[in-house]
């Protein structure tokens, strides 16, 4: 195959269940942001969750970004590491961009609340797959014809490329 | 482009409810006028929260601005109210906010997710004060200068509102150095989508410069609740 250019993404939904120590300042923190920042949409207390002060007020997906910013400090201290995805050879994996989004909450329920954090790394080159293997190099190596440091990462779930530009093939 | 947040709804003419917690504009003597919230607010929560912080600039460049802000009651004599809660959140110099993605401007489609300079909040002290030090902000096409505020007591959100700056200083700070690029905004006050509906509420919410380009500019206002 053509070596392509590509980003990976991998998403964490954290919720009630979550267990990590980072999960669990996520979930705590986002909880108490929704609260105190879904009023601004919700003025009248009419509405419980997420889905419903949406459907009131479509403005209502700021709350998207507002929480993001205010968990922003906990995602800064992964270092730009993506929490559980490694190599296979049990290194960690770099994101550039977490995508945060508020999947579902209640002003009534913690239990209730679910986030995503998404993350998306840095430009990739996919050397080739091998069964169930990705096999990558930093940066864009797509044209390079020489020996190329590698690492390898198994298709997992949660794991998407979410970007490809294939080698221009010249003729 | 007015980013739709900050304008305000279309169906606001002047009670929209979600908008108008502690009564219309103006509708108490002196009380800070409720004002969008805008696209762009602030968090919190946890005790250590880095975002509780007096200066909010984050490596952000750009003309100094020391607020000092007094929340005061005005169904109390104007007494002053402790601890309230404030969330600040303004653009850059160039007219952009932090935390959010895709954002049209001056300097083309730019994303700060991840970032969070210019936004913080602050409890008001036994005397109401509340202080911030932050930068002028730039501003962004189709709203005039204005930097946002979120008060809460006890967790309840009690106003929403917006500063709002006098133009014969803004205009000096858009041609100067760090922020001539841009020029002067041409969205002003009394045209504004949220300031140019009232004089009245625009006065209220104007703050009170001092200083200059060189030294720095400090800004003050009293912000009313109608508790």
């Known amino acids: 195959m053509a070596k392509a250019l590509i980003k990976l993404a991998y998403r964490q939904v954290i919720d009630a269940l979550s267990t990590s120590d980072f999960e669990k300042k996520i979930f705590h923190t986002s909880y108490e942001e929704f609260l105190l920042k879904s009023q601004a949409y919700n003025m009248e207390g009419k509405f419980k969750t997420f889905d419903q002060i949406k459907a009131n007020d479509g403005r209502a997906n700021s709350l998207h970004y507002k929480l993001a910013i205010a968990v922003t400090h906990f995602i800064d201290a992964l270092g730009n590491q993506i929490p559980e995805l490694e190599d296979q050879l049990g290194n960690p994996v770099k994101f550039e961009v977490p995508e945060f989004k508020l999947l579902a909450s209640d002003l009534t329920n913690k239990m209730a609340h679910e986030i995503a954090i998404t993350y998306v790394t840095g430009e990739l080159t996919l050397v080739t797959i091998i069964n169930n293997y990705l096999v990558l190099a930093c940066g864009d190596q797509r044209e390079n014809s020489g020996p190329a440091n590698t690492f390898t990462i198994k298709i997992q779930p949660n794991l998407a490329i979410v970007q490809f530009e294939e080698a221009q093939i010249i003729v | ?227």
């Open chain 2, 1 to 227: 482009m007015v980013l739709e947040s900050c304008k305000k709804s279309s169906s606001d003419d002047g009670t929209s409810s979600s908008l108008k917690a502690s009564g219309s504009t103006s509708s108490v003597a002196g009380e800070a006028p409720t004002e969008e919230e805008g696209p762009f607010p602030y968090p919190g929560g946890e005790a250590t929260n880095p975002l509780q912080r007096i200066d909010v600039t984050d490596g952000q460049t750009g003309v100094p601005l020391a607020l000092t802000l007094t929340i005061i009651n005005v169904n109390n004599n104007k007494a002053v109210v402790p601890n309230v809660r404030v969330d600040m959140w303004q653009c850059n110099k160039d007219g952009y906010y932090s935390g959010y993605a895709n954002q049209p401007g001056a300097l083309g489609t730019q994303s700060y997710v991840g970032k969070t300079w210019l936004r913080g909040y602050q409890v008001s002290d036994a005397s109401g004060l509340i202080k911030f030090n932050t930068i002028y902000p730039g501003w962004y096409s189709g709203r005039a200068t204005h930097i946002h505020l979120e008060l809460f007591i006890n967790g309840v959100l009690k106003k929403t509102t917006q500063m709002a700056f006098t133009e014969s200083i803004s205009d000096v700070v858009h041609v100067s150095t760090l922020y001539s690029a841009h020029g002067i905004n041409t969205t002003r006050n009394a045209n504004d989508s949220v300031f140019g509906n009232s004089a009245v509420d625009l006065s209220i919410e104007t703050l009170n410069l001092a200083g200059s380009v060189s030294a720095g500019y400090t800004g003050t206002l009293n912000i009313g609740l109608a508790l």
